[in-house]
């Protein structure tokens, strides 16, 4: 079974623009959460996503959204960017069962 | 709120030289605690999940434990390729507001030397 995808691998963007992230998860799986990664803060949970619907979300401004198409494929856009979001951005599906499943991540680095 | 400490921050081992890492966790109605592996550069590979007190996993030289409070995760006889950060995380069992979302510890970073 393929795991998590997630593309692009790497991004360099720099303050004010926007960037979109995807996420494609295992095959089976409806529940996409995804996750910013930083050295100071470490793993902190941005939003979950299950048929298409927001279940939850974390403490991020309104700048970081996302949404979830038909195939439960997911991608999380993150407008008018800042130099602090520069972060690895992991997400993770998962099935009825609680274990979360993890992609490479996409490292992307605001100048 | 929920939280997760991991000790210690890092842990330096000889090949061979068994040890402990421990995972201290606040929840409100623990749905299930996981640990996670992750090398530099890639993303948290799953290596266990607990769900109740008293629980014990095993998976080559890894073995996790749970009590009401904090879960261990024992490695005994490590070797160099088990050099890697190892992450503890929780998942509430409090409706809408746990949906999908795990707490993570800021994780132990682990070096195994030869």
């Known amino acids: 079974k393929a795991g998590v995808t997630q593309t692009p691998r790497y991004l360099i963007k720099t303050r004010g623009q926007q960037v979109t992230l995807s996420c494609s998860p295992i095959?089976?799986?409806?529940?996409v959460s995804w996750y910013q990664q930083t050295p100071g803060q470490g793993l902190q949970f941005l939003f979950e996503y299950f048929s298409e619907t927001q279940r939850n979300k974390g403490n991020f401004p309104g700048r970081f959204s996302g949404r979830q198409f038909s195939n439960s494929r997911s991608e999380m856009n993150v407008s008018t960017l800042e130099l602090g979001d520069s972060a690895l951005y992991l997400c993770?599906?998962?099935?009825?069962?609680?274990?979360?499943?993890f992609g490479p991540g996409t490292r992307l680095t605001v100048l | 709120e929920d939280q997760v400490t991991q000790s210690p921050e890092a842990l330096r081992l000889q090949e061979g030289e068994s040890s402990s890492l421990n995972c201290s966790y606040t929840v409100s109605g623990l749905r299930g605690l996981f640990w996670y592996r992750q090398d530099p550069g890639k993303g948290p590979e799953f290596l266990f999940t607990?769900?109740?007190a008293g629980e014990e996993k095993e998976k080559e030289r890894l073995k996790a434990t749970l009590t009401k409070k904090e879960s261990f995760l024992h490695i005994t006889a490590p070797k160099p390729e088990d050099s890697a950060t190892y992450l503890c995380?929780?998942?509430?069992?409090?409706?809408?507001?746990?949906?999908?979302?795990?707490?993570f510890g800021q994780g132990t970073i682990l070096t195994v030397h030869p």
């Open positions: 993770a599906s998962s099935s009825e069962v609680y274990e979360q499943f």
């Open positions: 607990l769900y109740s």
């Open positions: 095959s089976g799986h409806r529940s």
């Open positions: 995380a929780v998942q509430a069992g409090a409706g809408g507001t746990s949906y999908g979302k795990l707490t």
